[in-house]
Nanobody, 115 residues
Framework: QVQLVESGGGLVQPGGSLRLSCVASGSILRVNVMGWYRQAPGKQRELVASISISGYRNYADSVLGRFTISRDNAKNTVYLQMNSLKFEDTAVYYC?????????WGQGTQVTVSS
């Protein structure tokens, strides 16, 4: 079993920054992709950013130039640095880790952008 624990969410003003962290534990052998998804009220869950085992990064068009995904393999941790936050970024953010045989999700962390 894989356990994912997110942290770093909260309330921030437009233009501000937050750094999300996701720490994985348990059966996490052979990780292929680590990523962040988000779901706003009334909307479908969408991919925000991902990073493969080789270091290849993929971003949603809406966050290009503002968000940066990174990882620390030794700590089994993936990060999401969010800059220049907008009202539209308000959502529950979920950590996701995919291995050869599993697809695991965290419990989610709330990010609210409000003035």
């Amino acid at each position: 079993q894989v356990q994912l624990v997110e942290s770093g969410g909260g309330l921030v003003q437009p233009g501000g920054s937050l750094r999300l962290s996701c720490v994985a534990s348990g059966s996490i052998l052979r990780v292929n992709v680590m990523g962040w998804y988000r779901q706003a009220p009334g909307k479908q869950r969408e991919l925000v950013a991902s990073i493969s085992i080789s270091g290849y990064r993929n971003y949603a068009d809406s966050v290009l130039g503002r968000f940066t995904i990174s990882r620390d393999n030794a700590k089994n941790t993936v990060y999401l640095q969010m800059n220049s936050l907008k009202f539209e970024d308000t959502a529950v953010y979920y950590c996701n880790i995919r291995t050869v045989v599993t697809n695991s999700w965290g419990q989610g962390t709330q990010v609210t952008v409000s003035s």
